[in-house]
Nanobody
Framework: VQLVESGGGLVQAGGSLRLSCAAS????????MAWFRQPPGKGREIVAS????????HYGDSVKGRFTISRDNARSMVYLQMNSLKPEDTAVYYC?????????????????????WGKGTLVTVSS
């Protein structure tokens, strides 16, 4: 299984970035997907998650209204559109895959249920 993130970089506060995650080696349309982040010196936290067929989404409180998660099952891709970026959004962003019960549209809300992780992409927001 491989989850490969791309799209990170340096952006000024107020700007936008779009992260992409390419998944391979797993039946993508049976996995819920998520983005987590780990700021410097802090723990890993949920940013957003999306269920198998996009029925449900979940967002961390700090990104609600600014970030949007989406997925393309035909291409085995998941995206994170990040708008109105703030310096406190600076972190390594990780793509994650979570296998829910068959037929479930549950979404992961924490690290405990994640089955696979990407290696991460760094997002730096300057003030």
């Amino acid at each position: 299984v491989q989850l490969v993130e791309s799209g990170g970089g340096l952006v000024q506060a107020g700007g936008s970035l779009r992260l992409s995650c390419a998944a391979s080696g797993l039946p993508f349309n049976t996995y819920a997907m998520a983005w987590f982040r780990q700021p410097p010196g802090k723990g890993r936290e949920i940013v957003a998650s999306i269920s198998v067929n996009t029925v449900n989404t979940h967002y961390g409180d700090s990104v609600k209204g600014r970030f949007t998660i989406s997925r393309d099952n035909a291409r085995s891709m998941v995206y994170l559109q990040m708008n109105s970026l703030k310096p406190e959004d600076t972190a390594v962003y990780y793509c994650a895959a979570d296998s829910p019960p068959a037929g479930s549209e549950a979404v992961p809300v924490g690290t405990a249920t994640v089955d696979y992780w990407g290696k991460g992409t760094l997002v730096t927001v300057s003030s």
